[in-house]
């Protein structure tokens, strides 16, 4: 060999044989475990698929010829084995397919209806929890770990005293039990925690119904205020209380301030031109249309110009529709009304009608070409409402 068919030239020389393996160890054993899994013999769980499978068929029906005693014990490891893994329906399942075979072991049948139990408990089933129980009691009076499970569904279905019964009864079997006497522990506390609330919501609705009472009252001083129900949709019944013409179907209420007297109104800034609305929720009756608006239009609305805006304070008038109580769209009448009228005069106006409990106003920019036509539809109406008036009077 020469001096340039040394090491060098070695090094370059083709690779003989087959290339070195890129799969690695975990990988084939993986594989292996996967393919094994395709044979009958070694399946661990049976395929999902409707396909007739000879060889599975053939070991379902040697399962089949197996004593029901054994089948069954090996149905209920396989519940206990999904169970260990969190597979809480597939566990059930195997109870329930286990609990199908006819046997006379009373302590198989009492441990795969406590464990369904169990399985039913994590799936929050606590109807089908407390079926189990109950048959697994029937069988075996003592089993502590049925009274266990239904104390612990019962404390969930707010069935206390049927709680405390299954611990008193447990504690009896076993008085030193500590899962038992924690559970009689978690009773007692949940009867608590459930009363405080009850107390709790009982004061809410007393106090509620000292606030509507006293708004009761409140409405009923200012006299001249006039309401309309017509268009609530509503439905009332026998056993609804009979709700105030103030009162609506929505959480957008009338409310009484006790500190100062005065009424709180829900109210509707609406502004026809762009079909908007501003809502504010509660509108001190004691306040100006303007000391609103200056909140209100603080900034140009979205759909307002940013260059240019419309609708400033100081280039907007305010008015709102009169409508006779049980009146239609044509007896509208639209009304202008004074931005430094303070909002409980304007409720106290005659013309003035409160629909649903929800005042509200219009919203127009002077000096605008939309603003005129929106008055002159509203002046032909009257006009030919007056027309109309004068004929059926002759």
């Known amino acids: 060999m020469s001096a340039e068919e040394g090491p060098a030239a070695l090094t370059n020389a083709p690779v003989i044989g ?97 464990n369904r139990a169990a399985a039913n408990l994590e799936l929050q089933n606590y109807g089908m929890v407390l079926r189990d129980c109950a048959d697994a009691l029937r069988i075996r009076p003592n089993t502590v770990k049925a009274l266990f499970r239904s104390a612990k569904a019962c404390v969930t279905l707010e069935k206390f005293e049927e709680a405390k019964e299954c611990c008193k009864w447990g504690l ?40 509507r009472e006293q708004l009761k009252q409140a409405i009923e001083i200012r006299s001249e205020l006039v309401f309309d129900t017509s268009s609530d949709k509503k439905k009332r019944s026998e056993d609804t209380p009979v709700s105030y013409p103030w009162e609506n179907d929505s959480e957008r209420q009338v409310e009484l301030d006790r500190d100062s007297g005065h009424l ?89 009608v409160i629909r649903d409990g929800i005042p509200s106003f219009i919203v127009l920019p002077r000096n605008d070409s939309f603003t005129s036509q929106f008055i002159e539809r509203y002046r032909k109406l009257r006009q030919t409402q007056e027309a109309a008036s004068k004929i059926t009077t002759n």
């Open 172 to 211: 009896n079997i076993e008085p030193q039990n500590k899962e038992l006497a924690a559970m009689q522990t978690q009773v007692e506390e949940a009867v608590a925690r459930h009363e405080r609330r009850a107390r709790e919501r009982e004061e809410r609705g007393r106090q509620k119904e000292l606030a």
């Open 264 to 352: 709180l109104w829900p109210v509707f800034f609406l502004y026809p031109e762009s079909k908007e609305s501003d809502f504010v929720e509660k509108f001190d009756e004691s306040l100006t249309l303007r000391d609103m608006l200056i909140e209100v239009l603080a900034e140009p609305p979205r759909w307002d110009s940013r260059q240019q805006p419309k609708y400033t304070l100081d280039n907007v008038d305010t008015y709102f529709l009169s409508r006779p109580v049980g009146g239609f769209d044509e007896d509208e009448r639209l009304v202008k009304v004074s931005m430094d009228a303070r909002l409980g005069v304007i409720l106290n106006n005659e013309k003035y």
């Open 18 to 114: 087959p290339a070195p393996s890129t799969v690695t160890q975990e990988e084939r054993t993986q594989k292996l475990l996967e393919d094994l899994e395709k044979i009958p013999l070694f399946m661990t769980h049976l395929p999902d698929t409707d396909e007739p499978n000879l060889a599975v068929e053939a070991l379902k029906s040697l399962a089949s010829d197996e004593p029901p005693l054994e089948v069954a014990t090996n149905l209920k490891a396989e519940g206990n084995d999904s169970f260990k893994r969190g597979k809480f329906t597939e566990a059930a399942q195997y109870y329930t397919k286990a609990l199908d075979y006819d046997h006379d072991d009373k302590s198989l049948k009492v441990a795969l209806l406590i």
